[in-house]
Every structure is written in structure tokens, then in C-alpha cells.
């Protein structure tokens, strides 16, 4: 794994790719620094910085995806993910490696922009209890979507279109609880929801064994368990939709630490997002071994 | 070394290996013969553990490559089609890092690298990034890859495909001198190569093996015993009248003079048997000189047509 995470991290800075994101990600915090807390004498630096939507859009949307979306894409067209599969390493390892790599990038990225909390700290008084626990989230927060872009990346044989999948499902995560907002809430809308889903997972299971037994099992054990929520927690139907989908809006929980809360939840819930994403970007390169 | 059991493999309907067996002892070199979808690269990624198998077996080195597939691949070198390079990595940093994924130190790393280098002549080029490499070049660095580590069992899929010729006796030479140390199995379009390079042949058509063998083995069990070449000396019209009136003899033809009152034939026998010593009674009882008298030889070529009912190219 350490050759895997040596070679990744010496790749990033071989080609354009580290110092593209270097350069973006200080560019624009060194903007939105400048007006928000040099222009407007605002001190909070993860209040005003940190949370702003469109900082955010820009790091989520364009940065973060610049730093994954070559990661298995790249391997893949070129076949060199056949010296890596054939190695004595396992594809657990690999992507740790790989993953482990982008996140020192990200890092290093995080650690130049310290400088800007410094400077109000020099010149007058920076909240750092808030700070801290802005940078803490927006490492968790990068983590999560970082796991989130290596499963893409592995999904796929072309770095660009890893890259806009990437930077779409960057921006969504982003605006997931304003799209929940819209949602209508309700018994139906919930019922449909899981409906949804459940069928989703019926169709995904069909489509991966062609076993048709299997997905009408999944269908039924779904529906069961569902009629048997209602009937156990009906009231809790009566807005499941909603509360279901803001539990696991990771936007959400990093607007917690944003707001100067170290919430343990919330970096359990984090890692294990991100943990979760690098287990399927493990599966789909098992996978391919399969096909 | 290698023992390869009732491999199957289903692409989705598609059944690209349909119970592949075979072994391969220690020191062998190991010709995997075949036309295109034919099962070769399959069979070699099986093995290496790029792809899994729907079902069957795979022993390395007694280790069963299904179940512990990390401890198997210690013991292999593989050499894809398109060799695994990472073109913006010099040859020397290129085979450290190989070295450090087949779980050797920095240091050990660095040595290997600097070892396979020599074997390989890459030690002029150690410093020039991968991507400015000729063809050639780029694939001795792949050879040299899947040497790091000194692996007992080399896999090399198609080495010599788009090198030129003489870049193919350079490659050819050193695969040959490769044999002893290690086990090597390659897969090659080119029959010829695959005659020059290997001491056994296993052939495969349409996911299954056809033969396995010896190469001269294998030529020799494909003749058969009804083509036979003559070469005797005498007059021309007397000998033609003999195999005229020869009954074991279903047709023949002159093929030339080749000395002065010496001529060679094909003879075709009307029966099973071996008619080699009877031929020559005949021409022993009119005081003929009988030069040779051999069954006709086939080509691998000849031998993959026969056995496959296709044509490879040469």
C-alpha cells in the first residue's frame, strides 16, 4: 500500500493535476478571504469563508474533482491497473493508497490556507473554537466527497466523465437538503419514496445476477419491512421523507461543525460515509474481475 | 510450477473457456498457441488473477490462486499485451516501484531494479521517462517489470507483437535464455516464434485445449505414415515404372532432379501402415540405390491448421 500511496502522491506532482488544485483552491479561498473578512472586516473565517455557497460550489464543483477524477479512470485506460491487480497487494490496499494520496493533496492544500485565519488572528480577534471546528468539518466534509469521486473514478474508463460525474454529484450533496426542502412530506410521499428505493435495489440486484428470485425476494422482504414500520411508527410517517433524507445529507452535518459544533455523530457518520465509498470503489474494481 | 484445472470462464452467454487443463513443469518454456478469441489472454489473466474464473482451479507453485490469491501472485511475473507502464516515470523509478509492490524493500527495490535493468540492457535508458521510449524499448521495460522480484513463473502474453525484426531476435533471445531460471509461458500469433522459443506447445481453439505436447513431438505425432519423400537414384522412366506398379502405392510425383540421375518424389501410400521398408525392398531388388526415404514432416503451422481447421498467421 505504501508503494501504491508513494507513487499516487509523486504522480499528483509529476503532472499539472496537484498544482492546479493548489493553485485553484488557494486562488479562491484567497478571494473570498479578501472580501468577506478583509473588505468586510468580518473575522469569523469558517463562518463567512468556509460556509459560503459558492465557495463551496467552486471547491465541491471544480477542485475536489480535479484531485479524483483520474485516480482509477486513468489507470483503467491505460492498463496499467494490470500491474497493479497482478501484484501480491490486495485491491483493499490499492485503493486506501490511492485514496490516502488524494487526501494528502487536499491536505497540503488545507494547510497553505491556514495562513488566512492567521492573518485575522494577527490583526484582530479570530473565534477559534469556530475555526477549528470549520477545519475539522471541511476535512471530513472533502473527506467524504473525495471517497465519494474515488468510487466514481472507478467506475469508469475516461477521467473526464469521472470528473463531471464527480463535480455533478459534488454540487447535488452540496444542495441535497434545499432539494429535500422541496419534497412534498407526508404518509404517500414516504410510502413512495421507500417504494422507490426499494425497487431501485430489486432492479440493482436483477441487473447484477439476472437471478430473478433474487430481486422479488428483495421486493417482498422491502415491503414488508416497510408496511411493518408503518404499522409500528405511523406517526414517524407522517414526515419520514423529510427527516429520512436530512439525516443523511452530509452537507448537513457539516454545517454542525461550521456552526462551531464537534458533534461525534456527525464525524462517525462522516468517516463512515466515506469509509463506505471506498469499500464499493473496492467492490467495483473486484468487480471488473468478475465481469 | 503451474497446474491449471477445468478453467471455465463466461463472458455474460459467452463461454470464452470451456474446461481448460493443463500443467507446466519447472524450467519449462511454454507456448500458448491460438487465434484470436481463442481463450490465450484469458487463460493468462485467469492465472495472474487479473480476471477470476467462473469456475476450475488454479495451483502456483502449490498454492491455490483462487483462495490465496496475494501469496499465489508472489511467485509470478506477468507481461500484459500492452505492457502496464506508467509513462511519466524514468525506467529506474518505474522498476522501484514495481519492486516495492512485489513487496520488496526500498533498498532490495533499488538492486532488483538495477539488476533486471542489466538483463534487460536498459541500463543506458534508466533515467529517460517511459513515454520517450521507442516500442522495443517499452516493452523490455515490461519485461524487465515482470522479471522484478525474480518471480519463479513469468507469464508473457504476446511479447513479440508490433516489434520489429530485429527487435523480435533481441526479445526472442532473451525469453530463450530466460528458460531454467524461470518458468515461462507465452502466448504468440507468430507459429515460427513460438517453434524457435518453446519446448512445449499447448494449443487452444475455441476455449479448449486441442494438444499439448513436445514441439517435435507434436509434429512428429501429426504426420501421418501416407506422405512419404524418396529420393533415389537410378533411370528416371525404370523408377517410375516400379511405383507404378507398386500396389501400396496410391499416386506419387516428381519433385526434381536433385543430383545428376537423382530424383526425389512424394509418394502417397494406399495403406495405414508404415510402407517405408517395403518401398525400399523394391527398389533393393533391381539393384536401385535408395538415398532417403521419409515420412513427410509437418510444420506447426500445418499441425495448428490440421488440428484447428483454421489458418494462423505465419
Known amino acids: 500500500m505504501i508503494a501504491i500511496y508513494k507513487r499516487e502522491l509523486k504522480a499528483y506532482f509529476t503532472s499539472m493535476q496537484a498544482y492546479v488544485f493548489l493553485a485553484l483552491f488557494v486562488c479562491i479561498t484567497g478571494i473570498f478571504f479578501s472580501i468577506t473578512n478583509i473588505l468586510y472586516g468580518y473575522s469569523d473565517f469558517a463562518g463567512y469563508v468556509l460556509s459560503n455557497s459558492f465557495y463551496m460550489l467552486f471547491l465541491y464543483g471544480i477542485v475536489i474533482p480535479i484531485l479524483t477524477m483520474r485516480l482509477f479512470a486513468e489507470e483503467k485506460k491505460h492498463k496499467t491497473d494490470q500491474l497493479l491487480l497482478t501484484a501480491p497487494v490486495s485491491v483493499w490496499e490499492i485503493v486506501l493508497g490511492k485514496y490516502l494520496a488524494c487526501l494528502t493533496v487536499f491536505m497540503a492544500g488545507l494547510a497553505v490556507i491556514t495562513v488566512f485565519p492567521v492573518v485575522i488572528a494577527c490583526n484582530g480577534t479570530l473565534p477559534i473554537a469556530n475555526t477549528v471546528s470549520g477545519y475539522v468539518g471541511m476535512f471530513l466534509y472533502s473527506a467524504c466527497m473525495m471517497a465519494i469521486g474515488t468510487m466514481i473514478s472507478s467506475l469508469t474508463e475516461e477521467p473526464v466523465v469521472a470528473g463531471i460525474i464527480s463535480a455533478v454529484t459534488g454540487i447535488l450533496v452540496l444542495f441535497f437538503s434545499s432539494l429535500v426542502s422541496l419534497l412534498p412530506d407526508g404518509t404517500v410521499p414516504t410510502f413512495i419514496f421507500f417504494g422507490i428505493i426499494i425497487i431501485g435495489i430489486a432492479l440493482l440486484f436483477y441487473f447484477d445476477t439476472r437471478k430473478l428470485w433474487i430481486s422479488a425476494v428483495t421486493l417482498l422482504v422491502g415491503a414488508a419491512i416497510t408496511v411493518g414500520c408503518y404499522f409500528w411508527k405511523t406517526d414517524w410517517f407522517a414526515y419520514g421523507l423529510t427527516t429520512c433524507l436530512n439525516w443523511i445529507s452530509i452537507e448537513k452535518r457539516y454545517e454542525e461543525f461550521l456552526n462551531g459544533m464537534l458533534n461525534l455523530s456527525s464525524i462517525v457518520y462522516l468517516l463512515t460515509v466515506a469509509g463506505l465509498c471506498l469499500f464499493l470503489a473496492t467492490q467495483a474494481v473486484e468487480r471488473r474481475r468478475w465481469r | ?314
Not at chain 2, 508404415?274 to 538415398?291: E, P, S, T
Open chain 2, 1 to 314: 510450477m503451474l497446474l491449471v484445472e477445468n478453467l471455465v470462464k463466461n463472458y455474460g452467454s459467452h463461454e470464452a473457456l470451456k474446461g481448460i487443463s493443463f500443467h507446466v513443469e519447472e524450467g519449462q518454456i511454454v507456448g500458448l498457441l491460438g487465434q484470436n478469441g481463442a481463450g490465450k489472454s484469458t487463460t493468462m489473466n485467469i492465472i495472474t488473477g487479473y480476471l477470476s474464473a467462473t469456475s476450475g482451479q488454479v495451483w502456483i507453485h502449490g498454492i491455490n490462486s483462487l483462495e490465496k490469491p496475494k501469496e499465489a501472485k508472489r511467485y509470478l511475473g506477468y507481461l500484459p499485451e500492452q505492457p502496464p507502464l506508467y509513462e511519466n516515470m524514468t525506467v529506474r523509478e518505474y522498476l522501484q516501484f514495481a519492486g516495492e509492490l512485489k513487496g520488496l524493500k526500498k533498498r532490495e527495490a533499488r538492486q532488483e531494479a538495477e539488476t533486471v535493468m542489466g538483463q534487460t540492457n536498459l541500463s543506458e535508458r534508466e533515467n529517460v521517462l517511459i513515454k520517450q521510449l521507442s516500442k522495443g524499448f517499452k516493452q523490455r521495460v515490461g519485461l524487465a517489470q515482470a522479471l522484478v522480484g525474480k518471480p519463479p513463473l513469468l507469464i508473457l502474453d504476446e511479447p513479440m507483437v508490433g516489434l520489429d525484426p530485429n527487435q523480435i531476435i533481441e526479445m526472442r533471445e532473451q525469453i530463450r535464455s530466460l528458460g531454467g531460471t524461470h518458468t515461462v509461458i507465452l502466448s504468440s500469433h507468430i507459429l515460427s516464434e513460438i517453434e524457435s522459443v518453446c519446448d512445449h506447445i499447448i494449443i487452444l481453439d475455441d476455449g479448449k485445449v486441442k494438444a499439448e505436447d513436445e514441439t517435435k513431438q507434436l509434429s512428429e505425432e501429426n504426420s501421418n505414415h501416407k506422405r512419404l519423400r524418396l529420393v533415389v537414384k537410378g533411370d528416371k522412366k525404370e523408377i517410375h515404372k516400379i511405383l507404378r506398379e507398386t500396389d501400396f502405392i496410391k499416386e506419387f510425383s516428381l519433385i526434381g532432379e536433385v543430383e545428376t540421375d537423382v530424383y526425389e518424389f512424394q509418394v502417397i501410400s494406399a495403406r495405414e501402415e508404415d510402407i517405408r521398408d517395403a518401398l525400399f525392398m523394391q527398389f533393393a531388388k533391381r539393384q536401385m540405390i535408395v538415398y532417403s526415404v521419409n515420412v513427410e514432416q509437418l510444420s506447426l503451422e500445418e499441425v495448428f491448421i490440421k488440428l484447428t481447421g483454421k489458418e494462423e498467421s505465419k
